[in-house]
């Protein structure tokens, strides 16, 4: 079972709505902070959002602040990321990530050291 699992991506249209969802319940050490990350063709990993365990700190990027929510569910095991009037740019592949040791929530990608395998999220215009 893998630490982390992203679902909820597809094609949608610009100014639609998708929810991610990573499973966090094959993560087996502790945690401190969940992050989504996205990397388009040809580019690094950008930081998109990221929750404290305990859900008081959230951070957005610049780019999607006022458009995206992330959320957790810790009965579920579960963290989202509701991403609402997307646009052509926001198409890429996501990834959650988990940090062990972070003190604060990062968009550095080194600052997290499990990753899930990802989702294509794809908008058109």
């Known amino acids: 079972q893998l630490p982390l699992v992203e679902s909820g991506g597809g094609l949608v249209q610009a100014g639609g709505s998708l929810r991610l969802s990573c499973a966090t319940s094959?993560?087996?050490?502790?945690?401190?902070?969940i992050a989504w990350f996205r990397q388009a063709p040809g580019k690094g990993h950008e930081g998109v959002s990221c929750?404290?365990?305990?859900?008081?700190?959230?951070n957005y990027a610049d780019s999607v602040k006022g458009r995206f929510t992330v959320s957790q569910d810790n009965t579920k095991n579960t963290v989202y990321l509701q991403m609402d009037n997307l646009k052509p740019e926001d198409t890429a592949i996501y990834y959650c990530?988990?940090?062990?040791?972070?003190?604060?929530?990062?968009?550095?990608?080194?600052?997290?050291?499990?990753w899930g395998p990802g989702t294509q999220v794809t908008v058109s215009s």
């Open positions: 990530a988990a940090s062990s040791f972070s003190s604060f929530c990062s968009f550095y990608s080194t600052s997290y050291d499990t």
């Open positions: 094959g993560f087996t050490s502790d945690y401190y902070y």
């Open positions: 929750i404290s365990k305990s859900g008081d700190r959230t």
